[in-house]
Structure formats: structure tokens, C-alpha cells
T-cell receptor, first 108, second 112 residues
Framework: RKEVEQDPGPFNVPEGATVAFNCTYS??????FFWYRQDCRKEPKLLMS???SGNEDGRFTAQLNRASQYISLLIRDSKLSDSATYLC?????????FGSGTKLNVKP | EAGVAQSPRYKIIEKRQSVAFWCNPI?????LYWYQQILGQGPKLLIQ????????DSQLPKDRFSAERLKGVDSTLKIQPAKLEDSAVYLC??????????FGPGTRLTVT
């Protein structure tokens, strides 16, 4: 079983839509959680850390559900520039595990 | 602050040749990672350094891959001999005290 699993998508949404991605992780002892954004042929860049209480940064909201072992990312009012692959990252015992990413296409 | 530097950005070699990649992390970031990212997949850890010591190299194919970080700053990753399946992007990253990883632009390797 993979440490981190994501729906690869693609999610095709119109501008202004709200879209949500989930990511599941297998190790209940996982300590830290993150969402990264990766544009085509670019390196991953940190989008946001995910805290137990959930956190929001502008149009982006991340939540953690430890009981069900998943994290989520909600994007409101999608922009064309949000088109990218979103990588879920989980840290266990000093080691980072990456999901394969969820591809988002925002259409005009 | 300056980001993570990597070179070269692109490399094309024939199978069985050797290749080396270089990484210079953000100043003061003690932990350095090398990842391999194959198209359509997430980055896979090859090796992790804490200062100049190896923390984890369990997924490094040691028969052909080697890495070093002699002075605890910059690092090199070498492949010798290369195979077709080594074609990938090799990413170097370092972490801040808050576990946030910062990636370099990567080296895109094509093995023909």
C-alpha cells in the first residue's frame, strides 16, 4: 500500500468554481502534512502546511482528518492560474512521502 | 534569500555513460534531499543528508548511484553507468526549521 494516495484527476473546472481534492495517508503516526503545487516542467513549491485545526490562506483552505487519515485542499473562486498539479506530502519519522499529484485544469 | 541552485538544468547522455548533478542548498538549511521524479509521478526520495552525514539512502540504487555532501553544504549526485530507466528529473531540496521543503529547478536527464 502506498504511503500517500491521491486521485490523479484531471479535474476540469470553469473559472470561478470551487474544487476540492483529498489525499489519504497510510501511517497513523504521520506528523506533518503539506500541499505543494507543481507547474508543468517546474519544481514543486510549497502551497501550504496543514495544521490539525485546519488553515486558510486566501482562496485556499486545507484540513486534516486524523481519524480517517486524510487531508483536503479546497480552492474557491478558481483562477486560470490555479491550473497545476497539486502534490500531497506527508512526513513520517523524518522522511517525506509524496503523492503522485492531482492535476487541475481551470478553463475560461 | 537565494534559492536552491542546481546544475546542469538539462543533460542528454547515452546508456552506460556517467553523469553528475550538483546542488547548492539555501544557506543554513542543514538537511538536503535528492529526489527522482519520473513523469506523472511524485518525487521519490533517493538520499537524505543531515549536514554531511547520510540519514536515509534506502532507496538509492547503490550499484549505480552515489552521492556526497563533503562539507555539509553543496552536494553532488552521480550515476554510473546510466540506464534508460534513469531518465527523469532529479530534484534537490532542503528544509527549513518548519519542515517546509524548498526545491531547486531540477536537472532533466534523458538517457538514450
Amino acid at each position: 500500500r502506498k504511503e500517500v494516495e491521491q486521485d490523479p484527476g484531471p479535474f476540469n473546472v470553469p473559472e470561478g468554481a470551487t474544487v476540492a481534492f483529498n489525499c489519504t495517508y497510510s501511517n497513523s503516526a504521520s506528523q506533518s502534512f503539506f500541499w505543494y503545487r507543481q507547474d508543468c516542467r517546474k519544481e514543486p513549491k510549497l502551497l501550504m502546511s496543514v495544521y490539525s485545526s485546519g488553515n486558510e490562506d486566501g482562496r485556499f483552505t486545507a484540513q486534516l482528518n486524523r481519524a480517517s487519515q486524510y487531508i483536503s485542499l479546497l480552492i474557491r473562486d478558481s483562477k486560470l492560474s490555479d491550473s497545476a498539479t497539486y502534490l500531497c506530502v506527508v512526513k513520517n519519522f523524518n522522511k517525506f512521502y509524496f503523492g503522485s499529484g492531482t492535476k487541475l485544469n481551470v478553463k475560461p | 534569500e537565494a534559492g536552491v541552485a542546481q546544475s546542469p538544468r538539462y543533460k542528454i547522455i547515452e546508456k552506460r555513460q556517467s553523469v553528475a548533478f550538483w546542488c547548492n542548498p539555501i544557506s543554513g538549511h542543514a538537511t538536503l534531499y535528492w529526489y527522482q521524479q519520473i513523469l506523472g509521478q511524485g518525487p521519490k526520495l533517493l538520499i537524505q543528508f543531515q549536514n554531511n552525514g547520510v540519514v536515509d539512502d534506502s532507496q538509492l540504487p547503490k550499484d549505480r548511484f552515489s552521492a556526497e555532501r563533503l562539507k555539509g553544504v553543496d552536494s553532488t549526485l552521480k550515476i554510473q553507468p546510466a540506464k534508460l530507466e534513469d531518465s527523469a528529473v532529479y530534484l534537490c531540496a532542503c528544509t527549513s526549521t518548519r519542515d517546509e521543503q524548498y526545491f531547486g529547478p531540477g536537472t532533466r536527464l534523458t538517457v538514450t
